[in-house]
């Protein structure tokens, strides 16, 4: 009777326009109804607890990096490294974009931050080029779904956070999925190009390949900092989120001298009204999911899920499933933290390397980001390039489909990400 009341207020409210944030606490409020243990003072110390954490300080100093980086010249930068490195190849603007795709997921650590560069900057020169529009739109979308998946990223502190998991070992662990992410767009852009007649840019000098780096250089070292610094024990993940804010206001105002003192205020206003949003969602996400654990919704999963527990491969078939058709619906961070509370007792119970489903979750929840009827991703594509939704759709189609097949290769195959991950973390 309680899932019921849970997720019937919760669809409701979200039906009915509700921000997510006050859907999860009106559903939270009903749980605490339905069992009579209704108290504003819990309510509210559950609400304050739920953001009282020393790790959930990394959110905003990574977002205030994202954000300097963006409008601090380090990203158009990285454009320019890759379009030498590549940019002469057939399809070569695609091949950019996926290099630049990759490169940037370690700077930001945002899907939406992402696919908005890579749009604004590379989709009027694709279109300039004469490539397939739709298999453009879909190439640069897709590509900002590598994103949440290398460090540095958000969902996977979250995911930290809501599962008790190192997030550390999260954050190194992404990385081999990451590339494997970006691996399978280059095989799939290669085989929507093969037979196009396309423009080719000229091949770069190697004085120009080395003039490309060297200015781009500041800003490869900051995923080097981050993932280094992480890996060797000089900092956790949230003081790597400090160091990378400071080294990224330190190279886009005294190194490359893009960004000013009026447009750090900018972009500390808009980290801060972001990390406002996702403060109030982890809060409202920690009632629910206080809930959850009060009311055993865990254990009645696992009662339901009791026939695979057998099977650790098709238990987390079943559960990867019931992730896609929720992340469907539903953005990638009130994904994270409603389900994960409730999946993480069953997976310690099946012995499943809990690194390993955290970093499962997120690399399926990123695929929602371009799925009707939400896919935030998608929007922003649209919105940036102009584009309808249905051309971003088929656009996205076949790079979809190839997400699918390296996710079920990850729930086949495990090892292909949990030996790299014990690997990374030694």
Known sequence: MTLFVFLSVLMVSMLLGLPVAFALLLSGIAMMVQMDLFSVDILAQSLINGVD??????IPFFMVAGEVMSRGGLSSRIVALAMTMIGHRKGGLGF????????LSGLSGSAVADAAALVSILFPMMMKANYPREHSLGLLASGGLIGPVIPPSLPLILIGVAGNISIGKLLIGGIAPG???GAALFVTWWLLMRNEALETLPRASWGECGRAFKDSF???MLPVIIIGGIRTGAFTATEAAVVA???AIFVSMLVYRELDLRGLYDTLVAAGRTTAMVMFLVGAAMVVSWMITVAQLPQQLAALLDPFMDSPRLLMAVIMVIVFLVGTAMDLSPTVLILVPLFM???MMAGIDPVYFGLMFVINCSIGLITPPVGTVLNVVCGVSGATMSQAMRGVMPFMIAYLMLLTLFVIFPELITVPLHYLNG
């Open 53 to 58: 954490s020393f790790t959930l300080l990394a």
């Open 345 to 347: 007792p069953v997976i």
């Open 218 to 220: 500041w800003a490869l």
């Open 96 to 103: 950019v974009a996926i290099i630049t795709a990759i490169v």
């Open 245 to 247: 804010a400071v080294y």
């Open 179 to 181: 590339l494997m992410m």
